[in-house]
């Protein structure tokens, strides 16, 4: 029995498409934080048309939460919880039209059904898993890279700088989101934030724990009166230390990583070369 299989690439290539379009949403929502009026405008434009999406009650009040509100937060995307869940009706809305292109192209058979199935999950968890890889990659990144931030930073201090001017030296030209976070800081301090407000905030909008133990240190530090370079000094060794470790865990779990690709990709294409031709000769009677 031969199996057409246009429904099934075209399926994948509709899933890859919808990668593409996440990838597409998440370079185009993370420019540096600020005012709506120093986004993009295709940035603008997006917000615009997921605001226009109608929402059924029952479901905004299912998925606009004051917790999808902070995952975004700690993402990093200028959006609210309802604007997250226009996305996710839209991708529903999507996955559904698609699921029915394909059981109308299969017939209905169960083969139709299945792949129906599967791009109807698919579009309903995939905003959500989006969110999740996201918030992780930038407590990754941040993660890294403060380490650096606190040499410059303590650098500047040993030099008899003032921690205000430091920091703006430090931040001028430090890459990444945490040299954005930074310069966001300074911003703040400079509008009449006090710089213990500033710390909060910023630990606050960020998932790294390393950043908000950070901001505990300078907070204890002016409290008590202690040498601030000296505790930066001694934190920036302990966080790379933390970063060796998650290194040394990260290449310990690839060994256990690599066994489900081997298992579902490998061993059924070996399992057919070497199978295949003896079970032929069996049931061909050659």
Not at 36 to 63: D, E, G, Y
Not at 144 to 157: A, I, N
Not at 242 to 250: D, G, I
Not at 253 to 280: D, S
């Amino acid at each position: 029995m031969i199996f057409d299989l246009t429904p099934l690439i075209a399926t994948l290539v509709a899933l890859a498409a919808g990668c593409l379009g996440l990838a597409a949403a998440d370079r185009l929502m993370s420019g540096r934080p600020g005012p709506p009026a120093q986004r993009s405008t295709m940035a603008i434009r997006a917000l615009r048309w997921l605001r226009v999406v109608w929402i059924p009650r029952s479901i905004r009040n299912r998925w606009a939460t004051d917790k999808v509100e902070r995952q975004l937060r700690l993402a990093g995307l200028p959006w609210h919880a309802e604007d997250f869940a226009a996305m996710r009706m839209l991708g529903g809305g999507a996955g559904i039209s698609l699921a029915g292109g394909v059981v109308l192209t299969r017939h209905g058979d169960v083969i139709g059904w299945f792949l129906a199935g599967v791009v109807v999950v698919t579009a309903l968890v995939a905003p959500t898993a989006w969110l999740s890889l996201r918030r992780e990659q930038r407590q990754r990144e941040i993660d890294r890279s403060l380490p650096d931030f606190l040499d410059r930073l303590s650098l500047g201090l040993e030099a008899g700088l003032g921690f205000e001017v430091a920091l703006r030296r430090s931040a001028e030209r430090f890459p990444g989101r945490l040299g954005e976070e930074a310069r966001r800081m300074v911003r703040q301090i400079d509008r009449g934030h006090t710089r213990s407000a500033a710390l909060l905030e910023m630990g606050d909008r960020n998932p790294s724990d390393d950043l908000r133990a950070f901001a505990a240190a300078v907070r204890q530090a002016d409290r008590l009166g202690t040498s601030l370079a000296k505790s930066l000094r001694i934190q920036s060794g302990l966080l790379r230390d933390h970063r060796r470790r998650r290194a040394q865990e990260a290449g310990r779990r690839l060994p256990v990583l690599i066994v489900f690709p081997l298992v579902f990709f490998f061993l059924p294409a070996l399992l057919i070369v070497y199978l295949a031709p003896p079970l032929l000769h069996l049931f061909l009677g050659r």
